[in-house]
């Protein structure tokens, strides 16, 4: 018995903590201003052309994917019951209900999770701007963009490992892949690349210029995914033992 509640605890632990980690990664990649990770680039450029609060902006994207995710995983509940994706592996998507309802748990998981963002955001200043265009801010800002795509790689890694409900952000990428019959890895890339078209749509359309879309963005879309593989050959093993997940 103490056994048990020793391994939900850590599972609980290595879950917030990496959303923690991953809302950190983001906000710190929107604060070089080289350009934000793909997967929030819609939500980012919409805030700061609106002049709207990006978290809140951010909370409104991911519950869109929630909607999405949920006509997906109806529509292949109906056509076929092959092998699951890893991100849900533990929700048995025979049961429809239980498909449902753990995609509808992403939406108050997207309400603290942006309160996360929103902190962050708060909190640490922007490194672009007026004034910081020396040689050193820019290096500056680079090193921090490094920071910032590891960071969102491990906190992703933690808490998709962790089998509880995936962010929005993956948990699409996961219903796409499932209805497409694609890798996950795959499939990521194509909707990256969907969501920094959209992104440009919006901001020449809107602002007459790039928002959001940067060096950074592509970085981001690459290293993101690196960070994920190189994490988890390192720590897979020993976090899947302590936190009891199979």
């Given at each position: 018995?103490k056994?048990?509640?020793?391994?939900?605890?850590?599972?609980?632990?290595?879950?917030?903590?990496g959303?923690l980690?991953?809302?950190?990664?983001?906000?710190?990649n929107?604060?070089?201003?080289?350009?934000?990770?793909?997967?929030?680039?819609?939500?980012?450029?919409?805030?700061?052309?609106?002049?709207?609060?990006?978290?809140?902006?951010?909370?409104?994207?991911?519950?869109?994917f929630?909607?999405?995710?949920?006509?997906?995983?109806?529509?292949?509940?109906?056509?076929?019951?092959?092998?699951?994706?890893?991100?849900?592996?533990?929700?048995?998507?025979?049961?429809?209900?239980?498909?449902?309802?753990?995609?509808?748990?992403q939406?108050?998981?997207?309400?603290?999770?942006?309160?996360?963002?929103?902190?962050?955001?708060?909190?640490?200043?922007?490194?672009?701007?007026?004034?910081?265009?020396?040689?050193?801010?820019?290096?500056?800002?680079?090193?921090?963009?490094?920071?910032?795509?590891?960071?969102?790689?491990?906190?992703?890694?933690?808490?998709?490992?962790?089998?509880?409900?995936?962010?929005?952000?993956?948990?699409?990428?996961?219903?796409?892949?499932?209805?497409?019959?694609?890798?996950?890895?795959?499939?990521?890339?194509?909707?990256?690349?969907?969501?920094?078209?959209?992104?440009?749509?919006?901001?020449?359309?809107?602002?007459?210029?790039?928002?959001?879309?940067?060096?950074g963005?592509?970085?981001?879309?690459?290293?993101?995914?690196?960070?994920?593989?190189?994490?988890?050959h390192?720590?897979?093993?020993?976090?899947?033992?302590?936190?009891?997940?199979?």
């Open positions: 018995m056994k048990i509640n020793r391994s939900i605890w850590f599972r609980v632990l290595f879950y917030l903590l959303l980690v991953l809302a950190l990664g983001l906000t710190l929107t604060k070089t201003g080289l350009g934000v990770s793909p997967i929030i680039s819609v939500a980012y450029s919409i805030s700061v052309i609106s002049g709207q609060n990006f978290g809140n902006m951010t909370l409104v994207l991911y519950s869109l929630v909607v999405i995710q949920i006509c997906l995983h109806l529509v292949r509940s109906r056509r076929t019951s092959g092998e699951e994706g890893a991100v849900l592996a533990h929700a048995n998507r025979i049961d429809r209900r239980l498909t449902v309802l753990m995609d509808l748990l939406i108050p998981l997207s309400l603290v999770f942006t309160r996360f963002m929103n902190v962050f955001s708060a909190v640490i200043p922007d490194l672009y701007g007026e004034g910081k265009d020396t040689p050193g801010q820019m290096a500056l800002r680079v090193l921090i963009l490094v920071a910032a795509i590891v960071l969102t790689g491990i906190g992703a890694a933690m808490s998709l490992n962790m089998r509880i409900i995936p962010n929005p952000g993956d948990g699409i990428v996961q219903a796409i892949a499932d209805c497409i019959r694609k890798s996950v890895g795959f499939t990521k890339n194509c909707f990256g690349l969907t969501n920094i078209a959209i992104t440009t749509t919006v901001s020449l359309g809107f602002a007459g210029q790039l928002v959001g879309i940067g060096i963005t592509v970085l981001a879309m690459v290293g993101v995914g690196r960070t994920i593989a190189v994490f988890n390192f720590t897979y093993d020993r976090m899947m033992r302590l936190s009891g997940v199979e």
